[in-house]
């Protein structure tokens, strides 16, 4: 299973672009790399997933370079309630029974 | 709008007493769902992988008899920690994936007395 690294904690601003890189070195070929949104005493919110170069939705955008070995999500223009734990994960997507397994995370805190 | 739903959102009872708890797919058939147990400031750790029609997997130092899963439909699985202690007080959560992304549920907050 591909381990992922991300910075542990990260502090922001309002209004403010926020970056957030995560390391998966032994990323498989067919596994595709997914962010989720966690706030204290819910479950992990899905913001995006992509497989290579830049995927764009609503709410994020998430680089991904050639060599897939890392990701980075980008939030634009964040706002207090962007404060949250983010968690960068890898796996196969085809496989419904593929294992997510959840790395430490970065705790996003934004302030005014 | 929720495509998992998770019941109870919490529970405090006694120690010794069996709770469980349930996660449903709303607009979707789930062979496969995930339960997680999360501890204050840390991580999701993964306990066992729910299949429908067969037994849970179950990951390292998890036990299966504290922690009983049954998949009984493709929409619903259970889990059910068996004669609970307060070491067993957590937040568990539970995931499906029909097609993708994979979603979670809100999550139970357990607290044994």
């Known amino acids: 299973l591909a381990k992922t690294t991300q910075p542990i904690s990260m502090d922001s601003y309002e209004g403010q672009e926020v970056n957030i890189t995560c390391s998966h070195n032994?990323?498989?070929?067919?596994?595709?790399i997914t962010w989720y949104q966690q706030f204290p005493s819910q479950g992990p919110r899905f913001i995006i997933q992509g497989y290579k170069t830049k995927v764009t939705n609503e709410v994020a955008s998430l680089f991904i370079p050639a060599d897939r070995k890392s990701s980075t999500l980008s939030l634009p223009r964040v706002s207090l309630s962007d404060t949250a734990v983010y968690y960068c994960?890898?796996?196969?997507?085809?496989?419904?029974?593929?294992?997510?397994?959840f790395g430490s995370g970065t705790r996003l805190l934004v302030r005014p | 709008g929720a495509v998992v739903s998770q019941h109870p959102s919490w529970v405090i009872c006694k120690s010794g007493t069996s709770v469980k708890i349930e996660c449903r797919s709303l607009d979707f058939q789930a062979t496969t769902m995930f339960w997680y147990r999360q501890f204050p400031k840390q991580s999701l750790m993964l306990m066992a992988t729910s299949n429908e029609g067969s037994k849970a997997t179950y990951e390292q130092g998890v036990e299966k008899d504290k922690f009983l899963i049954n998949h009984a439909s493709l929409t619903l699985s259970t889990l059910t920690v068996t004669s609970a202690h307060p070491e067993d007080s957590s937040f568990y959560i539970c995931?499906?994936?029909?097609?993708?992304?994979?979603?979670f549920g809100d999550g139970t907050r357990l607290s044994i007395l």
């Open positions: 995931s499906a994936r029909g097609v993708q992304p994979q979603h």
């Open positions: 994960l890898v796996g196969a997507r085809a496989d419904s029974s593929y294992k997510l397994i």
């Open positions: 032994n990323i498989a070929t067919n596994d595709y």
